[in-house]
Structures are given as structure tokens and as C-alpha cells.
């Protein structure tokens, strides 16, 4: 019986996946599938309204609003999924609402 030896360089492993093709289109239909359960998980969320200077038309009351984007890093592309909009970052400090789309 003959016996192998295996060796993996793992650096030319990880070049050869983060240039795989077909990973950008999937992190981006991944990332916009997470976007869009934050936006669902949100819907019924509002800032509060208030005036700036007592005196101004209010502001506030908008409902949040999450992207996402793919991005190279350097080591190979990456998926990113952030808050758009102040009722965004309020709604993702209140409820975690990113971590409970992932």
C-alpha cells in the first residue's frame, strides 16, 4: 500500500477563494437579504419628533433605514450591512436589530 503526503499552501487556498467566481454576487444577494429583514424587523419603529429651536418645523418621526454593499478589503471582498439613517442607528441600539437579522 502506497501512502501520500498532502501538503496545502493555504495562502495560495484563501487567494483562490476570495477570488472564487461567483462570491461578490452571493455577498451581495446575502447582505441585501439581511438588509431587508433589518428593514422588516424595523418597520414600526419611529424617531421622535421635536423642533430643533423651539421655533423650526419638527423633525424626526422617520422610519429606519438599512444598506448593505460589498467591499475589498485588501484580503478579499466582504459583505456589509449598516444603518442608512439616524432611525437606523436608534433603532439598532434599542433592539440590536442587526444582530437579529443575521
Given amino acids: 500500500m502506497a501512502s501520500v503526503d498532502v501538503r496545502i499552501d493555504m495562502a495560495k487556498l484563501k487567494k483562490a477563494v476570495n477570488n472564487?467566481?461567483?462570491?461578490?454576487p452571493l455577498l451581495e444577494r446575502r447582505s441585501a437579504e439581511i438588509a431587508a429583514k433589518a428593514n422588516s424587523l424595523s418597520s414600526g419603529f419611529r424617531t421622535g419628533r421635536y423642533h430643533v429651536d423651539h421655533k423650526s418645523p419638527p423633525v424626526g418621526g422617520t422610519a429606519p433605514v438599512?444598506?448593505?454593499?460589498?467591499?475589498?478589503?485588501?484580503?478579499?471582498?466582504?459583505g456589509i450591512v449598516h444603518t442608512g439613517n439616524y432611525a437606523?442607528?436608534?433603532d439598532n441600539h434599542q433592539n440590536n436589530t442587526?444582530?437579529?437579522a443575521r
Fill in 88 to 90: 437606523a442607528m436608534k
Fill in 20 to 24: 472564487a467566481e461567483g462570491l461578490v
Fill in 66 to 78: 438599512y444598506l448593505s454593499n460589498v467591499r475589498d478589503m485588501g484580503k478579499g471582498p466582504v
Fill in 98 to 100: 442587526l444582530l437579529k
